[in-house]
């Protein structure tokens, strides 16, 4: 479809990453594509330039930002979730919902020049996002005007781009996605059209910009040993130096070595480093994701001889260090029939046409052969954190984790537990919720409070009250009540800890509708 058709577009899929986001499409083929943005190229850097007049998003944003990195934000998917993370530039705040929103605007007004006006979309995440940075992704996609009409894990986003297309035969497999911010390894069973996740675990906290910033860490090393001056201390010198350390490390995927141009106040350091001197900066960092990987494959019950393939998703994954670590523990060659940086964005695509072919509307924009397909194809994820209540405990007198929904439950998961008031009269129960499934409250994730409001006046204590408490196919929490004596619903509140509400969200849809994004 060209551009000015005003048919409406099916869904798109989008691959919103830390340093690198794209967006793509199944045509009627049945065949995923990765559209262009308004540059030619298949990924937009996830760069937010804030200029006095209009919004700069990618590689322009990336130029401005060399010079003026105050008013420039890097890497915000790692603060998604955050509600201690503000921007401020010209007066104005941006949370990461809106700093995402902003870079979702720029990639599907883009691509709508392709396929005609987006208004729906799944959007991807990482298999380790907790509820808050699922919530958050969301509500960045609804301030960017999107219908987000579903999240999907990273890890089968990619599994379903390499078994939709066929190269994918039946058994486990193991998904290695490397990313520019976040790391995650998830164990995948294959079973025909079905495509089953076993266990998954990660950092979001880990990624390629981990491996960029010990470079730029020797490198400036080396700058103050010569010169006694560190670039680090000024902005623009240090964005330079970032820019220059990544160069340095694709470059060390193709060479055995390359130089790295250094300046700081008119001095001029060039300095020669190593495939091999790299790796060792960096080795830390791969023993971490070999350390996930291992434990990974055992809360999954598997060896490496019951292993079909190892897929690696991510551009980190092109470093020579990555793939000989894969096959070092898998025994066998990596599989790379579909591009590590587009894996995730087409599987994204495959799962939005998945939805629209159930939707009664849209079965007839394809072909019976590709509805076929779609029809039969089947995810099932699981919980990538477990679900808990902060609980007293009888015997220590200490407060302790009580877990409700394991990690790595499939989902959707739902358990309902019985509890009951403490005294007479009492009208409302207030529980701490949390992710994790560490003993002690402080080493989880906290959700919120929830509170269980309405309870008939002047039951005496020990009225029973159900609680259900639930992951749905996202991998969002939803907690319900039922007061057991009369079976009516009782009203609840999740007062979650962070994170937008409803009309937050929708005001900052109408303020950021208002900015130009280029």
């Not at 379903?160 to 995948?188: C, E, K, M, N």
């Not at 292993?307 to 020579?320: E, L, W």
């Not at 089947?378 to 009580?402: C, F, M, P, W």
Request: overall charge negative.
């Amino acid at each position: 479809m060209g551009e000015g058709d005003s048919k409406m577009s099916r869904a798109v899929g989008i691959d919103l990453g830390t340093t690198l986001s794209s967006v793509a499409q199944v045509h009627e083929a049945g065949e995923p594509v990765v559209l262009p943005n308004a540059e030619g190229e298949l990924r937009t850097p996830s760069i937010v330039f804030f200029g006095p007049e209009n919004v700069l998003v990618g590689q322009d944003a990336l130029r401005e930002a060399l010079v003026n990195p105050e008013r420039a934000v890097f890497n915000v998917k790692r603060s998604m979730g955050d509600s201690k993370f503000h921007f401020a530039v010209d007066g104005e705040n941006y949370t990461p919902e809106s700093v995402s929103a902003l870079i979702l605007r720029k990639i599907t007004q883009d691509a709508a020049r392709h396929v005609g006006p987006i208004e729906r979309a799944v959007i991807t995440v990482p298999a380790y996002f907790d509820d808050a940075r699922r919530k958050a992704t969301e509500d960045a996609g609804a301030i960017a005007g999107l219908q987000v009409i579903d999240i999907i894990n990273e890890p089968t986003a990619a599994a379903l781009a390499y078994g939709f297309s066929g190269r994918g035969q039946d058994g486990v497999f193991i998904v290695y996605d490397l990313g520019g911010g976040t790391f995650d390894v998830t164990v995948i069973e294959k079973r025909g059209h079905e495509l089953i996740t076993l266990a998954t675990d990660g950092d979001v906290q880990l990624g390629g910009k981990d491996w960029d910033e010990r470079l730029v860490n020797e490198l400036a090393r080396r700058f103050c040993a010569e010169f006694k001056v560190d670039p680090r201390q000024d902005r623009s010198a240090l964005a330079y130096l970032n820019l220059t350390a990544e160069e340095a490390k694709k470059a060390l995927s193709r060479r055995q070595s390359t130089r790295v141009p250094v300046s700081y106040k008119g001095h001029w350091g060039n300095y020669e480093v190593t495939r091999e001197e790299f790796e060792s900066l960096t080795a830390d960092l791969l023993a971490m994701t070999q350390l996930t990987t291992d434990l990974v494959l055992e809360e999954a019950g598997v060896t490496w001889s019951g292993v079909q393939r190892v897929v690696p998703t991510g551009g980190s994954t092109r470093m020579p260090a990555v793939m000989k670590l894969l096959e070092q523990m898998s025994g066998r060659p990596v599989e790379l029939s579909v591009p590590v940086d587009d894996a995730v964005a087409m599987g994204a695509a495959i799962h939005a046409a998945i939805i629209e072919f159930h939707s009664q509307d849209r079965l007839t924009e394809y072909s019976a052969e590709v509805a076929a397909k779609l029809g039969r194809i089947h995810t099932s994820d699981v919980a990538a954190h477990a679900l808990g209540l902060i609980i007293k405990d009888h015997q220590t007198l200490e407060y302790r984790n009580d877990v409700i929904i394991g990690k790595n439950s499939r989902l959707p998961a739902s358990i309902a537990k019985n509890y009951q008031t403490a005294v007479d009269g009492q009208q409302s129960i207030v529980m701490q919720i949390v992710q994790g499934d560490a003993p002690h409250p402080e080493a989880c994730i906290t959700l919120g409070q929830f509170r269980v409001t309405g309870l008939p006046a002047g039951r005496p204590a020990g009225a029973p009250v159900k609680v259900t408490f639930s992951y749905d196919a996202k991998g969002r929490v939803h907690i319900t009540a039922l007061d057991v004596q009369t079976g009516q619903t009782m009203t609840t509140e999740m007062a979650r800890s962070g994170g937008l509400d409803a009309q937050t969200v929708t005001d900052e849809a109408r303020r950021l509708s208002l900015k130009s994004v280029e």
